[in-house]
């Protein structure tokens, strides 16, 4: 009896399986058989996703790694080539954000002027049919990796710092494949020191309402350029260490970003080869302490923003104008300060000496400055202010003690 009963499930597998729903007297009646059948089935169906997995992966690979199209001005379109990944998971993590979308693309892109690494260029930013105007500043093709980082670093430090409304913007990077680049907000009408340069000769003396700019507007964008250094130290500790003209951005209705940012990103680094930037800047914008090679502060800053403020009323004069550049820190040692220049209150130039002070612990804080600022615009002019004299570039630069604008 005892071998009959266990003999009945093997002569009627089908049966008992189906009507059963006791797993164990399913497999232990027909283990041989459905071995047979369901190992190579489990075994086909793994293979089969795992192909469609490896399948999946590359394709998802292929579309996130797709270059970004660059057009330019003539009518080319330059494609990068896509590379290998060229940043540690935590820094591509901190940039994912920031990557240009794929359905931006940028066009129109002109050389601009060259800069520390590699060309920078204005464009058009194209995104669901609208144009944004844009600064792209790129890496150069020849880089080596070592720029590459510093490249990457110097993208990571305007995410970082490029958070307020008085410093300039940047809007996308592109840091996955080669060439890399960063994509900054342009302002138009853009450098204020060429904006100070196009007011002159104008007959503004007829008080044209488009081209208005009077001693109030000195103290309406000094205040924003105040506001801009004042953030960059109070929450980042940064010292700007080129603050001029030059490096100031000037858009609608004056409104004014502190740009240039080079030196301050140099600052961070106590490596000799990065400190070598902050002795590249001109003499006539540089502190006592700084022109002596010192350690740059903040009221450093202080200094040369009264040269800026100097700048803004003369619209654009280079400072110490009868001086050579390398006799300027002899005679700032006489206590030779600049004269009270025409169209200037005394406010503003008591703002200005107030800056100039020998010791920089006499100096203003951006914190008290903005406080000034706001306490002087009342007794500032609203007469458009009017400079007869055309800029020549070759005569300023001279003067100034520039290499090249």
């Known amino acids: 009896m005892r071998n009959a009963r266990y003999q009945l499930p093997l002569m009627d597998v089908p049966t008992k399986c189906s009507n059963s729903t006791s797993y164990p007297m399913c497999y232990e009646g027909g283990s041989g058989p459905l071995a047979v059948i369901i190992i190579p089935s489990l075994l086909a169906m793994t293979t089969v996703s795992v192909v469609a997995l490896i399948f999946c ?8 790694r797709q270059p970004v199209s660059v057009h330019f001005s003539n009518g080319q379109q330059c494609v990068s080539v896509t590379t290998s990944s060229l940043s540690p998971p935590r820094t591509q993590q901190a940039l994912r954000p920031w990557e240009l979308p794929r359905e931006c693309s940028l066009e129109g892109l002109k050389f601009w002027q060259s800069g520390c690494y590699g060309p920078i260029c204005n464009g ?10 844009v600064v792209v500043k790129s890496l150069r093709d020849s880089s080596n990796q070592l720029e590459v ?19 300039v913007q940047m809007l996308y990077c592109q ?19 060429h904006f100070l340069w196009a007011l002159r000769n104008k007959d503004l003396c007829i008080a044209d309402p488009l081209q208005h700019f009077s001693e109030r507007s000195v103290f309406v964008v000094a205040k924003q350029v105040a506001a801009g250094l004042d953030y960059l130290m109070s ?4 010292v700007n260490g080129d603050v001029a003209a030059r490096n100031i951005l000037i858009g609608p209705g004056l409104s004014a970003r ?11 680094n106590m490596d000799s080869a990065m400190r070598q930037r902050a002795v590249e800047v001109p003499l006539k914008w540089q502190a ?5 090679r010192q350690l740059a502060i903040d009221r450093s800053d202080v200094w040369s923003f009264g040269i800026l403020l100097y700048e803004l009323i003369t619209l654009g004069a280079p400072p110490y104008p009868e001086l050579e550049p390398r006799f300027v820190l002899q005679h700032l040692q006489r206590s030779y300060r600049m004269k009270r220049p025409e169209n200037c209150g005394a406010p503003l130039y008591d703002l200005m000496k107030y800056c100039w002070m020998w010791s920089f612990k006499d100096r203003p804080a951006f914190s008290a400055i903005i406080k000034l600022l706001d306490s002087y615009l009342h007794l500032a002019t609203t007469q458009p202010l009017c400079v007869p004299e055309v800029i020549d570039i ?7 003690g520039l290499c090249r604008m």
Not at 57 to 64: K, M
Not at 149 to 155: A, H, I, L, N, R
């Open 57 to 64: 992966s590359l394709h998802r690979n292929r579309r996130t």
């Open 288 to 292: 006592p302490e700084r022109i002596m």
């Open 258 to 268: 502190v740009s240039g940012l080079g030196v301050a990103f140099a600052g961070r």
């Open 124 to 133: 058009l930013l194209k995104r669901d049919g609208t144009s944004t105007a």
């Open 175 to 193: 840091t996955k494949h080669l060439p890399m680049f960063m994509v900054l907000e342009a302002y138009s009408p853009g450098n204020l020191l």
């Open 149 to 167: 980082k510093e490249f990457v670093d110097w993208v990571l430090f305007h995410i970082k710092v490029c958070r307020h409304d008085n410093v």
């Open 394 to 400: 070759f005569e300023y630069n001279r003067k100034a």
């Open 235 to 238: 929450e980042h500790r940064l």
